[in-house]
């Protein structure tokens, strides 16, 4: 049979190692919540430069005329491009 100071020791351990995983629980969910918005303000930026990019885009070929320069783009109008050309000079 186990003596009352072994029982002491068994019992003082386990509760021990019970408060100290729900500590060790809560510290690493907390670092993964801070991470995780972490990540999302950074994807939100991306996206916003994104938009921003595109938006770019879009306003400088509606000063184009809408003419796609790009040989290998299936927009491509040689006669357009030509037309453009003839235009600004």
Request: charge should be negative.
């Amino acid at each position: 049979m186990a003596s009352a100071t072994t029982n002491v020791v068994r019992y003082t351990a386990l509760l021990s190692g019970v408060f100290y995983g729900i500590s060790h629980r809560r510290s690493l969910q907390k670092a993964h919540d801070a991470d995780k918005e972490h990540h999302a303000v950074h994807e939100r930026e991306h996206l916003i430069a994104e938009a921003k990019e595109a938006w770019k885009r879009k306003q400088e070929s509606s000063k184009d005329g809408g003419v796609v320069t790009d040989p290998e783009d299936p927009r491509f109008d040689l006669e357009k491009l030509i037309a453009k050309w003839e235009s600004d000079s």
